[in-house]
């Protein structure tokens, strides 16, 4: 009697756990399949506006943008609004303004799971919320035709030849190579070096720079001091911070170096 009650025991045991496995598996499962990270962004505005997400443009989709699947991590995210009091309708054409007003520039922190939705109002101001992913709220979500939802996979992994720039800065892209170009002529135009800063000062927040671009403009510079005030001030636009330590090549003094690093130490955007 007592072995069967023992061995009946067992059984229900064994079933429950089998039944709680099931279901963490299930749940493992589910996460794995639906859980990713989303970004939508939509613009209330009459004025047109462009969205630059770690140097690259986002395709705007009457007046809403998603990308799906973004790794987690920290992400530059730049919004521009579109200058009535440029031509090519609102759009500059020189380095400084080719993208128009910027409005928004952050370092935007994406979590695992979670959807980030950000409003730009009637006057141009910019609302972010944040929120895990319930597709009670999502269920159109991959049913407007986005092409930054569709592409992003090759962005992640570094594939998109076209902007030759991986999702997931795998390559440091920063200015593209054109422009770049442009801008160093423009500073080495200049004789002096704080009209360098001043003209800098008015191009580098309307762009993201890699730390080897900072490096290649702080060599223009004549005097230390003046390159050690560059690269703290580039530093907010750099795209790659990682990889910041390529610009103390351009110092003579060990003391500017540790300067620089003590600054980035206390950084926040």
Same mark, same amino acid.
């Given at each position: 009697m007592w072995l069967e009650y023992i061995s009946e025991t #067992?059984?229900?045991?064994?079933? #429950?756990?089998?039944?709680?496995?099931?279901?963490?598996?299930?749940?493992?499962?589910?996460?794995a399949a639906g859980a990713q990270s989303r970004l939508s962004i939509t613009s209330l505005s009459t004025t047109p506006v462009r969205v630059m997400i770690d140097g690259r443009e986002m395709q705007n989709n009457n007046n809403e943008i998603r990308v799906g699947n973004l790794s987690q991590g920290f992400h530059r995210l730049q919004i521009y609004a579109a200058d009535r009091n440029n031509d090519n309708? +609102?759009? +500059?054409?020189?380095?400084?303004?080719?993208? +128009?007003?910027?409005?928004? !520039?952050?370092?935007?922190?994406?979590? &695992?799971?979670?959807?980030?939705?950000?409003?730009?109002?009637?006057? +141009?101001?910019?609302?972010?919320?944040?929120? *895990?992913? *319930?597709?009670? &709220?999502?269920?159109?979500? !991959?049913?407007?035709?986005?092409? !930054?939802?569709?592409?992003?996979?090759?962005?992640?992994?570094? #594939? *998109?030849?076209? !902007?030759?720039?991986?999702?997931?800065?795998?390559?440091?892209?920063?200015?593209?190579?054109?422009?770049?170009?442009?801008? #160093?002529q423009q500073v080495k135009n200049e004789s002096f070096d704080n009209k360098r800063l001043d003209l800098l000062r008015s191009v580098l927040p309307q762009n993201t720079i890699s730390s080897q671009q900072v490096k290649d403009l702080a060599m223009l510079f004549d005097f230390e001091r003046n390159k050690l005030d560059l690269a703290k001030f580039a530093y907010r636009y750099t795209i790659d911070r990682g990889n910041y330590f390529v610009v103390n090549d351009v110092f003579d003094f060990g003391n500017s170096k540790t300067e620089l690093t003590q600054y980035i130490a206390g950084y926040r955007d």
């Open positions: #067992k059984e229900v045991s064994m079933n #429950k756990i089998s039944t709680l496995i099931s279901i963490l598996v299930f749940n493992f499962i589910a996460i309708r +609102g759009w +500059g054409r020189n380095v400084s303004n080719r993208y +128009g007003r910027m409005i928004y !520039n952050t370092n935007l922190n994406i979590r &695992y799971g979670t959807h980030t939705d950000i409003i730009i109002n009637r006057f +141009g101001k910019v609302f972010v919320d944040e929120q *895990d992913i *319930d597709h009670r &709220y999502d269920q159109d979500w !991959n049913s407007n035709g986005d092409r !930054n939802n569709r592409d992003n996979d090759n962005w992640n992994n570094g #594939k *998109d030849n076209r !902007n030759n720039d991986g999702w997931n800065n795998d390559r440091n892209y920063g200015m593209n190579a054109n422009a770049f170009q442009q801008l #160093k």
